[in-house]
């Protein structure tokens, strides 16, 4: 197979009509380019140019090598061209995982779409742990730790899981001012699709009454809100509702401990530079959140 360094010797000997003027041009000597010249027919099993005494002259096969070759250089000066310029210039797509909770990490996201424009972004809303590499994805965050060796990890500022009501349902059944008495009230729990398992709630270790099971956040917040009962909600999911007073926090649920988020990508290959831009991005937000 012919080298494309080959290639443009041949170009610039048809185009300049002698190995001189072609060694001129590429700044070697005439008996140089003859050389590569020959390397080139035997690869090619033909010869490419007549040569006299007076001139140079190009056969059949070598026009046709002339015009592919010429389509060649063009293309790879074109993908050298383009892969220099994604290098300096981050954009593409960059695809994350992240947990199915609403409002987890919107802003930082939000901001770093502002600054990157030309970087658009595809996420994966899902409690399954993704296989990041087999499934293409360029990094994913999660809730908790990460003993994966073969990922790389960031701590990110996490979120709290509140216990809250409605206030018609406090006025309808009461505060509780013990976690012992959430026994007594009207409960709506979490289900992992991907587990299967009830979530647990801060606070309590015994079992607890189930008014309603579901697997959506969203829907868990719209009962809620209606005053069907008491629900533990990731206080990032509902910020404005416990803004306006629609949701009231219980059991000081507000100073407990935060759940941990990780961002999370390969350690076994080169990253994108729209990857290294993001986890750039993201090292400056978890700083001045924690600063």
């Not at 300096?88 to 695809?95: E, I, N, S, Y």
């Not at 801060?202 to 008491?230: K, M, T, Y």
Request: aromatic share 6%.
């Amino acid at each position: 197979m012919a080298s494309l360094s080959d290639l443009s010797v041949f170009i610039a000997v048809a185009e300049q009509g002698s190995f001189v003027g072609a060694g001129r041009l590429l700044g070697v000597s005439a008996s140089a380019v003859g050389k590569r010249i020959s390397r080139l027919e035997r690869e090619m099993g033909m010869r490419l140019l007549q040569r006299s005494t007076r001139a140079l002259a190009l056969t059949a096969e070598g026009e046709t090598v002339l015009r592919c070759g010429r389509s060649m250089l063009a293309e790879a000066e074109a993908m050298r061209a383009e892969l220099e310029r994604a290098s300096r210039l981050p954009g593409g797509v960059l695809r994350l995982s992240l947990p199915p909770i609403g409002g987890v990490l919107i802003e930082p996201l939000a901001a770093f779409q502002l600054r990157y424009p030309d970087i658009a972004l595809e996420l994966d809303y899902s409690e399954r742990n993704v296989d990041l590499i087999e499934e293409g994805f360029d990094a994913a965050i999660r809730v908790g730790e990460e003993d994966d060796s073969k990922l790389r990890s960031l701590p990110l500022p996490g979120f709290r899981r509140l216990i809250v009501a409605a206030p018609s349902y406090l006025a309808r059944y009461g505060r509780p001012d013990h976690p012992k008495q959430l026994a007594q009230h009207r409960l709506i729990h979490y289900r992992s699709p991907n587990s299967g398992k009830l979530e647990t709630w801060p606070l309590v270790d015994a079992d607890l009454p189930r008014a309603l099971v579901c697997n959506s956040v969203h829907a868990r917040l719209e009962f809620v809100l209606q005053g069907q009962g008491i629900a533990c909600l990731p206080d990032v999911s509902i910020r404005r509702e416990l803004d306006d007073g629609s949701l009231l926090p219980l059991l000081r649920s507000e100073e407990g401990e935060r759940a941990s988020l990780r961002l999370l990508w390969p350690s076994s290959r080169g990253v994108s530079a729209r990857l290294a831009v993001f986890l750039d991005f993201m090292r400056q937000q978890a700083a001045s959140i924690c600063a």
